[in-house]
Nanobody, 127 residues
Protein backbone atom coordinates (compact mmCIF):
# COMPACT_ATOMS: atom_id res chain seq x y z
CA UNK A 1 0.00 0.00 0.00
CA UNK A 2 1.36 3.41 -1.00
CA UNK A 3 1.93 5.84 1.84
CA UNK A 4 3.11 9.44 1.67
CA UNK A 5 4.23 11.55 4.60
CA UNK A 6 5.07 15.24 4.39
CA UNK A 7 7.65 17.08 6.48
CA UNK A 8 9.06 20.56 6.64
CA UNK A 9 6.10 22.85 7.12
CA UNK A 10 6.27 25.73 9.52
CA UNK A 11 6.05 29.47 9.96
CA UNK A 12 8.22 31.94 8.10
CA UNK A 13 8.21 35.64 7.34
CA UNK A 14 7.46 36.94 3.87
CA UNK A 15 10.50 36.66 1.65
CA UNK A 16 11.76 33.62 3.50
CA UNK A 17 12.26 30.03 2.36
CA UNK A 18 11.08 26.57 3.32
CA UNK A 19 11.75 23.12 1.94
CA UNK A 20 9.00 20.53 2.10
CA UNK A 21 9.76 16.82 1.92
CA UNK A 22 7.48 13.90 1.14
CA UNK A 23 8.67 10.39 1.90
CA UNK A 24 6.99 7.77 -0.28
CA UNK A 25 6.77 4.13 0.73
CA UNK A 26 5.19 1.08 -0.88
CA UNK A 27 5.57 2.46 -4.40
CA UNK A 28 7.34 0.49 -7.10
CA UNK A 29 6.09 1.74 -10.47
CA UNK A 30 8.67 2.81 -13.02
CA UNK A 31 6.28 5.30 -14.66
CA UNK A 32 4.83 7.76 -12.18
CA UNK A 33 3.94 11.32 -11.34
CA UNK A 34 4.35 13.09 -8.04
CA UNK A 35 3.46 16.57 -7.01
CA UNK A 36 2.48 19.18 -4.46
CA UNK A 37 -0.89 20.78 -3.91
CA UNK A 38 -2.08 23.41 -1.47
CA UNK A 39 -5.39 24.09 0.19
CA UNK A 40 -6.10 27.39 1.87
CA UNK A 41 -8.98 27.74 4.34
CA UNK A 42 -12.32 27.77 2.56
CA UNK A 43 -10.78 27.09 -0.83
CA UNK A 44 -10.39 24.08 -3.09
CA UNK A 45 -7.16 22.15 -3.32
CA UNK A 46 -5.00 23.46 -6.16
CA UNK A 47 -1.90 22.26 -7.89
CA UNK A 48 1.46 23.82 -7.09
CA UNK A 49 4.07 21.71 -8.87
CA UNK A 50 4.38 18.26 -10.39
CA UNK A 51 7.11 16.02 -11.72
CA UNK A 52 6.96 12.85 -13.79
CA UNK A 53 9.33 9.93 -14.09
CA UNK A 54 10.30 11.12 -17.60
CA UNK A 55 11.58 14.37 -16.10
CA UNK A 56 8.62 16.53 -17.10
CA UNK A 57 7.76 19.25 -14.59
CA UNK A 58 4.81 21.58 -14.23
CA UNK A 59 4.28 24.63 -12.05
CA UNK A 60 1.33 26.80 -11.23
CA UNK A 61 1.78 30.30 -12.64
CA UNK A 62 1.92 31.85 -9.19
CA UNK A 63 4.97 29.88 -8.10
CA UNK A 64 7.07 29.84 -11.27
CA UNK A 65 10.53 31.15 -10.53
CA UNK A 66 10.00 30.82 -6.77
CA UNK A 67 9.35 27.11 -6.18
CA UNK A 68 11.34 24.11 -7.40
CA UNK A 69 10.18 20.50 -7.34
CA UNK A 70 12.64 17.62 -7.31
CA UNK A 71 12.92 13.92 -6.51
CA UNK A 72 15.66 11.93 -4.81
CA UNK A 73 14.88 8.41 -6.01
CA UNK A 74 17.53 6.87 -3.77
CA UNK A 75 15.70 8.28 -0.74
CA UNK A 76 12.17 7.84 -2.15
CA UNK A 77 11.64 11.48 -1.31
CA UNK A 78 9.92 14.31 -3.14
CA UNK A 79 10.93 17.89 -2.36
CA UNK A 80 9.49 21.34 -2.83
CA UNK A 81 11.96 24.18 -2.38
CA UNK A 82 9.98 27.36 -1.73
CA UNK A 83 11.73 30.72 -1.97
CA UNK A 84 10.48 34.30 -1.78
CA UNK A 85 7.44 33.16 0.14
CA UNK A 86 4.37 35.39 0.23
CA UNK A 87 1.50 35.55 2.73
CA UNK A 88 -0.80 34.18 0.01
CA UNK A 89 1.29 30.97 -0.01
CA UNK A 90 -0.15 30.18 3.43
CA UNK A 91 -1.99 26.85 3.22
CA UNK A 92 -1.82 23.18 4.00
CA UNK A 93 0.49 21.54 1.49
CA UNK A 94 -0.15 17.97 0.36
CA UNK A 95 1.98 15.66 -1.71
CA UNK A 96 0.46 13.20 -4.16
CA UNK A 97 1.64 10.28 -6.26
CA UNK A 98 0.08 8.22 -9.04
CA UNK A 99 1.13 5.56 -11.52
CA UNK A 100 1.61 6.58 -15.11
CA UNK A 101 2.63 9.67 -17.07
CA UNK A 102 -0.17 11.72 -18.64
CA UNK A 103 -0.21 13.69 -21.87
CA UNK A 104 1.77 16.91 -22.01
CA UNK A 105 0.13 19.68 -20.05
CA UNK A 106 -2.05 17.36 -17.97
CA UNK A 107 0.34 16.55 -15.13
CA UNK A 108 -1.28 18.44 -12.26
CA UNK A 109 -4.82 17.57 -13.30
CA UNK A 110 -3.86 13.88 -13.58
CA UNK A 111 -2.44 13.98 -10.06
CA UNK A 112 -5.47 15.78 -8.72
CA UNK A 113 -7.89 13.23 -10.14
CA UNK A 114 -6.04 10.00 -9.47
CA UNK A 115 -3.35 10.68 -6.87
CA UNK A 116 -2.79 9.08 -3.50
CA UNK A 117 -2.40 11.82 -0.88
CA UNK A 118 -0.34 12.49 2.20
CA UNK A 119 -1.82 13.98 5.35
CA UNK A 120 -0.57 17.50 4.66
CA UNK A 121 1.75 19.95 6.35
CA UNK A 122 0.93 23.53 7.33
CA UNK A 123 2.87 26.44 5.85
CA UNK A 124 2.24 29.88 7.33
CA UNK A 125 3.82 33.00 5.85
CA UNK A 126 3.50 36.20 7.86
CA UNK A 127 3.75 39.68 6.42
Amino acid sequence: QVQLEEFGGGSVEAGGSLTLSCVVSGYSHSDYCMGWFLQAPGKEREGVAGIASDGTTAYADGVKGRFTISIDNAKNTLYLQMNSLKPEDTAIYYCAAVEGVPARGKLLEYLRRFGVWGQGTQVTVSS
